[in-house]
């Protein structure tokens, strides 16, 4: 499966820029983050359709599928705390529980979550308008991108953008399990991210 192919399939999962309300378990801050990485993946599709330069696009495959292996993860971690979730349900003899916030604190939160993706996806569309313009001002011209300098911080840049918004959601939430939730997520980032840079700069000192 092709790497458009593999975003097309998950069309279904995305809602680019649609009002939500705030994440009120760790399993829904997982799903958050799923569609926030799913979003900016659309960067590495065009980063890749602009792209003529094999070693170039070599690398920036190699980052999409770092991107879908870290979606993957995030997804297991979503069904391991829905599976706890149903477990707690029936041990309690199909009773409902309680939500881990209250409809307060959800009237309070969702203004500011609703924030937080907004600027997210801004940003997200500033990045895919930009690498746009990456191969020139000539509208009528295929773009092309070679330098690989620029190209690598564009994609990291995408990777940065959802790294922040996962930081700015575990600053708002009190709920524990809901901060760690989005901690965990940041965690992974950061620690790929590092990597991804010394890698390059290795490459680029070589």
Not at 15 to 40: D, F, H, M, N, V
Not at 73 to 86: I, K, P, Q
Not at 114 to 142: E, P
Request: hydrophobic share 35%.
């Amino acid at each position: 499966m092709s790497l458009n192919e593999h975003f097309q399939s998950r069309k279904g999962i995305l809602r680019y820029q649609q009002k939500t309300t705030c994440p009120t378990s760790a399993s829904e801050a997982y799903s958050l983050g799923i569609t926030a990485k799913e979003a900016a993946f659309q960067t590495y599709i065009l980063l890749i359709e602009h792209c003529n330069d094999t070693s170039i696009k070599k690398t920036l495959k190699t980052m999409a599928n770092l991107e879908k292996r870290e979606i993957i993860l995030f997804s297991s971690w979503m069904n391991f705390e829905l599976n706890c979730t149903c477990s707690a349900f029936y041990e309690s003899n199909g009773q409902a529980l309680p939500s881990q916030l209250n409809e307060i604190e959800c009237v309070h939160l969702t203004p500011q979550v609703n924030c937080f993706l907004d600027v997210f996806y801004k940003k997200i569309d500033q990045l895919k308008q930009s690498v746009l313009t990456l191969g020139g001002d000539d509208l009528t011209k295929h773009r092309r991108i070679k330098d690989a300098e620029v190209t690598f911080a564009a994609s990291l840049q995408a990777r940065q953008i959802c790294q922040q918004l996962f930081e700015d959601m575990a600053a708002l939430y009190v709920d524990e399990e809901i901060r760690n939730a989005f901690q965990n997520m940041v965690e992974i980032l950061e620690k790929n991210n590092e990597n991804l840079k010394n890698d390059y700069t290795k490459r680029v000192v070589l």
